[in-house]
């Protein structure tokens, strides 16, 4: 059983002039127990508002799912109360900007603590006076042992002088020390799923590096299963088991990440890797990048999001989008009407030249799969 299993996850935001936004439309995602899966797509392609789906944290959307199961139970059954203490000890997140997440006026250690009492894996009263006393008069006492812990978390994340720190407020710490915060303050609920939305992204690359083999150290020490959300299919690489490749609302590609980075199948994927550093910069030494842009909810073409965009675009592609496995399984899926079930890779690539001209439109007259080869 998956300890997260989401089936056809559609969202929508109503708007009162206007069209309504089908912000995720049809998403499947599975996350593994103690697995680091990597949700990665360009910007707006609906990666937070899945994100906070997870965390019942979208007001006023119109949320609906074949399936939403946590640890085989459907979240969108339980009571908000429930869904508090689900937010707290069960699911945590961590987001971007740590900054607006922490609170200014309190101890980095105190936010700390108080997560691990809340928890109630210490002997200490969290109830609500003795909570306001310490918040106001006399602080957590720095022998208590939810202090303790917070300090040891706090070194756990790879904080080298985790005593100090603990008696810094926010604005006091560097950027990647407050993501380390953070993610000490997520662990502080003993959590079995961290949703984690482009935590490294506002990083320079050395310190996000830091910050993502701390993630994987913690996946293996504390079993926790984490959500890595990001535009960057280089951080995927580094880190991630698995990997969801999301476009304009819809998943393209799901697999392994060796699989997915070996055979990508998806023409947005290949797209995708052709842009990170490893990739071959393109002639006049600039990454290669995807021509165009994606299309707004509202605007999207009918069948695949992708087609006004992708080179190997053929009649076929306005049908609903398909799910074909590719690459001899181990739960490699693209979403893609170039291939058919059981069909190898073939010769399928991304046409460089053509999309480098902006011809990238979609054609009526292709024919599909292994005829499509860069010439
Ligand atoms: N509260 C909202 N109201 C209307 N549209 C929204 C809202 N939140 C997100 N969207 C739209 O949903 C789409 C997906 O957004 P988002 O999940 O933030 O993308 P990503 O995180 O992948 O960059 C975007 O087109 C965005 O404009
Ligand atoms: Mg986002």
Not at 125 to 130: I, K, V, W
Not at 308 to 323: K, V, Y
Request: aromatic share 4%; net charge negative.
């Amino acid at each position: 059983m998956s300890l997260l299993a989401i089936e056809d996850l559609a969202v929508t935001f109503p708007v009162e002039d206007g069209p309504d936004v089908p912000a995720v439309d049809g998403v499947d995602l599975q996350v593994e127990t103690g697995e680091i899966h990597g949700l990665v797509g360009e910007s707006g392609s609906g990666k937070s508002v899945t994100a906070r789906s997870i965390m019942r944290l979208l007001d006023g959307a119109e949320v609906s799912a074949d399936r939403f199961d946590y640890r085989g139970e459907d979240l969108y059954a339980k009571s908000e109360a429930e869904m508090r203490r689900i937010r707290g000890d069960d699911i945590a997140m961590v987001f971007q900007d740590a900054l607006s997440a922490l609170n200014p006026v309190m101890t980095v250690g105190e936010q700390i603590a108080e997560v691990v009492r809340h928890h109630g894996d210490v002997d200490e009263s969290a109830g609500l006076l003795s909570e306001l006393r310490r918040k106001y008069v006399t602080g957590t006492s720095k022998s208590a042992p939810s202090w303790r812990r917070a300090v040891d978390l706090l070194e756990t994340v790879g904080i080298a002088d985790p005593e100090d720190v603990a008696t810094s407020y926010p604005h006091q710490l560097s950027g990647g020390q407050r993501q380390r915060v953070m993610i000490a303050s997520a662990l502080g609920g003993d959590p079995s799923l961290i949703v984690a939305d482009e935590p490294t992204t506002a990083l320079d690359v050395t310190v996000e590096a830091g910050i993502l083999d701390e993630l994987q150290c913690l996946c293996d020490e504390f079993d926790v299963a984490i959500l890595l959300i990001t535009h960057d299919l280089g951080v995927v690489a580094e880190t991630c088991d698995r990997v969801t490749v999301m476009y304009s609302g819809s998943v393209m590609e799901r697999g392994t990440t060796d699989g997915l980075f070996e055979n990508p199948a998806h023409p947005y994927t290949k797209g995708l890797l052709r842009s990170i550093p490893e990739g071959a910069p393109s002639e006049d030494g600039q990454l290669a990048t995807i021509p165009g842009s994606a299309p707004e909810p509202t605007e999207r073409p009918a069948g695949c999001p992708f087609r006004d965009r992708c080179p190997a675009a053929f009649d076929a592609c306005s049908d609903p989008l398909p799910e074909h496995v590719v690459d001899g399984g181990e739960g490699h899926v693209a979403r893609c009407h170039l291939y058919t079930e059981g069909d190898d890779l073939g010769e399928v690539t991304w046409e460089t030249d053509a999309a480098a001209n902006g011809e990238a439109t979609g054609t009526a007259d292709r024919t599909p799969a292994t005829e499509v080869t860069d010439g």
